[in-house]
């Protein structure tokens, strides 16, 4: 019997800490809504346009929802992969994506062809992530 219920605490702990790890991530459950907006990824400016004027510039972007699971897990996948690009880059954005969580707080992304910008950081644009945002 002592046995039993040292197996017991021992699943309930792990259960408990399994749960707990969860709790702060980006994961799709978290997540209401995905809202893609871009233009042509190869298309070329004489500037670098900056985040916060790419309506301005792409009045005429394409913009995708997503509000179904397996579209967001995809994208939330892609982006708990990504890697930090060195120093000094700044994404020529061609593209914005805005994570709404269901807290109603959105996250921006700014997406370059070579560099995104996520959460205040600059990040390598996986090939993987211009795939999702073009089909």
């Known amino acids: ?3 039993l219920s040292i197996v017991f605490m021992f699943l309930l702990t792990s259960a408990l800490f399994a749960c707990k790890g969860n709790k702060g991530g980006n ?3 978290a997540v209401k ?5 871009f233009t042509e990824l190869g298309r070329e400016t004489i500037i670098s346009i900056d985040c916060d004027k790419f ?6 972007s394409k913009v995708k929802t997503l509000t ?6 995809s994208l939330m996948q892609i982006l708990n992969a990504l890697k ?3 120093d000094g880059y700044k994404p020529d954005v ?3 994506i805005l994570i709404t969580h269901t807290s109603n707080i959105v996250d921006t992304l700014c997406v370059g062809v070579k ?3 996520y959460k205040g950081i600059t990040y390598e644009t996986p090939q993987e992530l211009l795939r999702f945002i073009q089909q």
């Open 84 to 86: 930090k690009a060195e």
């Open 33 to 37: 809504s995905v809202s893609l907006k």
């Open 55 to 60: 309506e301005h510039y792409f009045p005429e």
């Open 68 to 73: 179904k699971g397996p579209g967001i897990d």
């Open 27 to 29: 994961t799709a459950d």
């Open 1 to 3: 019997m002592k046995k």
């Open 115 to 117: 560099v995104l910008n």
């Open 94 to 96: 061609r593209g914005k």
